[in-house]
């Protein structure tokens, strides 16, 4: 599987020249839009020439400016596909062994290639229970934001998992504010109700992060963390095993920033479960009535 080029930009970012690294930026800030004008149009958003354009293409590998948009349109393309368009570039019956690989070099690759810090500062921020925390994910990965608020709430206090309808979403804007911060989970074909939820929550000055996919999910442009997952398997549908990945290493590095604190809550958990558990009948009287 061709690996995509924005991984390519991310890990190369210390080989760049200053004006260089200023168009990647750019770039990677909208990806892969940004690309896909005209070079001053480029040139002008990230604050270089156009000759300094040319030069960051060319060190991509492109002989062209056309060739490297060319590039990005079959990126584009990977995006917006849906999984019945994806059925019919697939061989038929490769499931088993090499799916079972496909699954392993996904999660291997994600954390081969994530941007540098962005584990352990985001595990940071999210074991400051000082600021209201709130997880939302799409019509596939809201399943993951449920099961990483379900963990977070028992190491912290302040966790929300932003769920039900999505008029209802509107309501918690109301109290997200700059002392927030907001978790989003989104991967292709990228929710417009998510990017617009999370493009809210940052103008009311909220910290977002990201989990997203390889092709990088819009809300990039206003997140602060944003940490990317091979999805793309030999088959129609995108694999969430390396997203799943990504949130159980985010759980544990919250709980190991404050152990003290998490022992302490999971024991009062324990305390509360053992408290409320039902006694045993032993002499056939029921001792719940």
Known sequence: MQRPLVEDIRDRLDEFTAKERKAAHALLANYPLQGLGTVAQFAKEAGVSSPSIL???SRLGFDSFSDFQ???RKELASQLNSPLARSTELADGDVGDPFVSSLLDNVRETF?????GELEGLSRLLADDRKNLYLI???FTDSLARYMAAHLRIVRANVHHVSGQQANWQDLLISIGPKDVVLV???RRYQSELINFADAAADRGATLALITDSW?????RTASFVLPARVAVNTPWDSSLALMAIAEVLIAGVTQQNPERSRERM???EDL???RAPRPDITGKDYDR
């Open 55 to 57: 030069r960051f293409v």
């Open 70 to 72: 060319d590039c990005l």
């Open 112 to 116: 081969e290639h994530m941007p540098k």
């Open 137 to 139: 994910g799409g019509r």
């Open 185 to 187: 989970f989104d991967i």
């Open 216 to 220: 990088v999910s819009p809300i990039a």
């Open 267 to 269: 024991q009062i958990l």
């Open 273 to 275: 479960r053992e408290t």
